[in-house]
């Protein structure tokens, strides 16, 4: 069913933080690559940051280097992104992504899973 349990979302005024999570429940999450995306409203899905499967690597989108920090605990198959000082324009849906790593999979793994969207709304 569902891949994720995801939590951290709501309504949040600017300046503020959120810390947004995602733990696998149905694959094994220390076999995948893992994303963050968001889609703003009325906008395209955009890339946001990424982190190896063993979490010794980090990438992020040029914009958001600054205010965005992903994170990993394999131990308890949780992916993390702390966001700070908020802004209206980080309104929008953020999705978690778990991308097969190859040197780690597993006969019968699945290439790729989607959350289904945690919803951050930045506003007064």
């Known amino acids: 069913q569902a891949p994720f349990v995801e939590s951290g979302g709501g309504l949040v005024q600017p300046g503020g933080t959120v810390t947004l999570s995602c733990t696998a429940s149905?694959?094994?999450?220390?076999?995948?690559?893992m994303n963050w995306y968001r889609q703003p409203p009325g906008k395209e899905r955009e890339f946001v940051a990424s982190i190896s499967v063993t979490g010794g690597s980090r990438n992020y989108a040029e914009s958001m280097k600054e205010r965005f920090y992903i994170s990993r605990d394999n131990a308890r198959r949780t992916l993390t992104m702390r966001v700070i000082n908020l802004k209206p324009e980080d309104t929008a849906v953020y999705y978690c992504?778990?991308?097969?790593?190859?040197?780690?999979?597993?006969?019968?793994?699945?290439?790729?899973?989607w959350g289904q969207g945690i919803q951050v709304t930045v506003s007064s």
């Open positions: 149905s694959f094994t999450f220390s076999n995948y690559i």
């Open positions: 992504h778990a991308e097969l790593g190859v040197d780690y999979s597993d006969p019968g793994d699945e290439y790729a899973y």
